[in-house]
């Protein structure tokens, strides 16, 4: 119903906002296939606990720490080249073709931050960057700097959409996401002005030359960006230009499975190739679904999903297995045609540890899109993937004091490994060739309120839990304000209190975990029995009044992980988690040259959580009794008998995401059994 009324003042012309979740940073309130409903991005402020501490170093250091990166031309010339581009200054262009994208993610998350801080200083510093970015774009609203500062040289070496490795749909669509974020935060079109002449060129573009768009399609996140611009604008063009961008995909001369466009979309059951530019493209596609309720691309997404979660995905969130490999699909695998892929999902369960790739903006990928699944559908098991990231795959790749970062993120490492892989250097500050990582994570730490809590035309949804407090408006109208105090994921205790409800009823929402086998509930002080199970959501539905009082427990048991046995690399092996968090064993915590895949954890055993501080944080630890295999030469040796004695040893293992903050380890996800 609030669609209609929204759809009235609409066409009334007073436009702006009647339905107030329209400044959420994904906006599926007039989204006609979304269940549910983000809340505004300053609805969820982090008050205490782990996602309080991490946003203090959020916001003390990962944004300025980051923005000093990028607008320092010595480190970074993302920034530059957007001066000399607008002729600000003179130069060359530096850095990769997606640098333009890297800085929208940065001034995307910058923005996210001003919405629940007001920081002065962070508006001046959107101000100025956007300025510099609207006096370089072309009239004609194409804005891609490697092509603009050849332009203003008059070299005629660049031109648009020349090379599909230049990403310039990918800058595109970052600065379309970051546009509409920015506008929604702080009512100002400065940026949305830029990125609606962009799309803009996009469509115009799209008309003359399809085919050559669609080869151009690289790490798509114009779809998600093109989507969102409908729905910041409500131009229709957008969503068809979204429709067609998808439907164009099949037309590409020579495609790949790395770029997921051998075949058409519709036509893809699995997860192939790149896995960055996979999960992006899902996210896009889940985004149009939800605008036009296309069932051949969710029958595709459903397939993809279970590939990706049943198959093809680590146990820390961990997407794309592979460095580089070749694509197992299509006839494209009858040599001579062996195509080649790379940073890409592998083989159904071809899932290595020390070699994993699992780049960050992978997993972030893989966030965006169950997301979308959730509020499309409402089915907790995408809220279990969502979480699974964000206090694993993606939270590793940012260093717990927020300076230092992993482009790939290893389920293993060994000193005594032979290979240099090309990104196995430890946490650095800054990727010269590929700093796609860092933005993409800064700005996913200044939204993960945003992936708290959400609304239908029922109550109000809980995603996450943590200290926080919730102020919004119901679907149906009514203002709701909820305090949530928990030290989660530490603790599977939750309490929430009512501040303000309407006098109606409504329905709260509590995520039952997929990890949690035992929970308890009491509404003021009295048990209620609850009807849902793991991976489902408990609803409360009353008549709540201010000062109401709701305690969930969450059982938190450390729990024994083994893989389905298909998965050689794993076999016989376990992984160690404790509510939503990975654990993995660093030999910082072990006695000098002791060798962490030397120690067994015997199902039966001893481990219990004790917090402790890792560089400033927070951290429940893991400690109790392995076994030990007596030290023994590997040189020169592959095989050897089985060494039969074990002696007990006192360890500690860390959450996954904190492992390499303390120098250089070894360290294992995976332990022996
Ligand atoms: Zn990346």
């Not at 993995?584 to 015997?602: H, Q, R, Y």
């Amino acid at each position: 119903m609030y669609k209609r009324i929204h759809l009235f003042f609409f066409l009334l012309g007073l436009g702006g906002s009647v339905y107030s979740q329209d400044n959420s940073l994904v906006n599926t309130s007039n989204s006609t296939h979304a269940k549910l409903q983000p809340v505004n991005m300053n609805a969820v402020v982090w008050t205490s606990g782990f996602w309080g501490e991490r946003m203090q170093v959020c916001k003390d250091s990962m944004v300025p720490n980051l923005w000093r990166t990028y607008t320092d031309a010595n480190v970074s010339h993302a920034y530059k080249n957007f001066e000399i581009a607008a002729g600000k200054d003179t130069g060359s262009h530096s850095g990769p073709p997606f640098h333009d994208g890297d800085f929208y993610k940065l001034l995307e998350g910058v923005a996210k931050l001003y919405a629940v801080t007001k920081d002065k200083k962070l508006e001046t510093m959107m101000d100025t960057a956007i300025a510099t970015i609207a006096a370089c774009q072309r009239p004609d609203g194409y804005i891609h700097t490697p092509v603009l500062i050849e332009e203003r040289k008059q070299t005629n070496k660049e031109r648009a959409f020349a090379d599909r490795l230049n990403f310039e749909t990918y800058n595109l669509g970052h600065l379309m996401t970051a546009g509409c974020v920015h506008y929604r935060v702080t009512g100002k079109k400065t940026l949305l002005n830029v990125a609606i002449k962009a799309a803009d060129y996009l469509d115009a573009f799209y008309k003359r030359s399809s085919p050559e768009l669609a080869r151009n399609a690289i790490c798509p996140s114009h779809y998600m960006g093109v989507v969102e611009m409908y729905r910041t604008t409500k131009d229709p063009k957008y969503l068809q230009l979204a429709i067609n961008l998808i439907n164009i995909r099949g037309l590409v001369e020579n495609g790949t499975d790395d770029n997921q466009d051998r075949i058409p979309f519709r036509q893809q059951k699995v997860a192939m190739g790149h896995a960055v530019r996979a999960n992006y493209l899902y996210a896009g596609v889940a985004d149009v679904y939800a605008e036009t309720g296309d069932d051949s691309l969710m029958d595709c997404l459903h397939s993809i999903w279970d590939d990706v979660v049943y198959r093809k995905m680590y146990v820390t969130g961990g997407c794309g297995a592979l460095y580089d490999g070749v694509s197992p699909y299509g006839t494209s695998y009858k040599p001579p045609y062996i195509q080649k892929t790379h940073q890409a999902y592998g083989r159904a369960y071809q899932l290595p540890n020390m070699t994993a790739h699992n780049e960050t903006c992978a997993n972030i990928g893989n966030l965006l899109w169950n997301w979308r699944m959730l509020l499309l559908s409402g089915d907790a098991k995408y809220a279990d993937v969502v979480e699974l990231e964000l206090y694993n795959a993606i939270l590793s790749g940012i260093s717990l004091d927020g300076n230092n970062f992993f482009y790939t993120n290893p389920l293993s490492a060994s000193a005594d490994f032979p290979y240099t892989l090309r990104w196995a250097g430890g946490r650095i500050p800054y990727i010269s060739l590929s700093n796609c990582c860092p933005p993409n994570t800064v700005r996913t730490m200044t939204q993960v309120s945003d992936y708290a809590y959400t609304t239908s035309d029922k109550g109000v949804w809980v995603h996450m839990y943590g200290g926080n407090k919730l102020s919004t408006q119901l679907e149906k109208g009514g203002e709701v304000e909820l305090s949530q105090q928990s030290n989660y994921p530490w603790d599977g205790a939750v309490k929430f209190t009512v501040n303000k409800a309407p006098a109606s009823a409504f329905s709260l929402f509590l995520r039952i975990p997929g990890w949690c086998k035992k929970a308890d509930l009491k509404v003021n002080g009295k048990p209620v029995t609850l009807k849902a199970k793991a991976a489902q959501y408990e609803e409360l539905n009353r008549t709540w009044k201010a000062g109401d009082v709701i305690e969930l427990n969450l059982s938190m048991p450390v729990t024994l992980i083994e893989s389905n046995p298909l998965v050689e690399e794993t076999r016989n092996q376990m992984a160690v988690k404790r509510g939503p968090i990975v654990y993995c064993l660093e030999s910082t915590d072990l006695p000098k040259g002791t060798n962490v895949f030397d120690i067994a954890i015997p199902v039966k055993n001893d481990l219990k959580p004790v917090m402790t501080t890792i560089s400033k944080s927070k951290i429940a630890t893991l400690q109790g009794t392995g076994l030990l295999q007596p030290k023994t030469d590997w040189s020169k040796a592959l095989y050897k008998e089985v060494r039969a004695t074990e002696t007990p040893i006192k360890i500690t293992m860390v959450p996954y995401y904190a492992w390499g903050n303390r120098g250089k380890s070894d360290m294992t996800v995976w332990v022996r059994k």
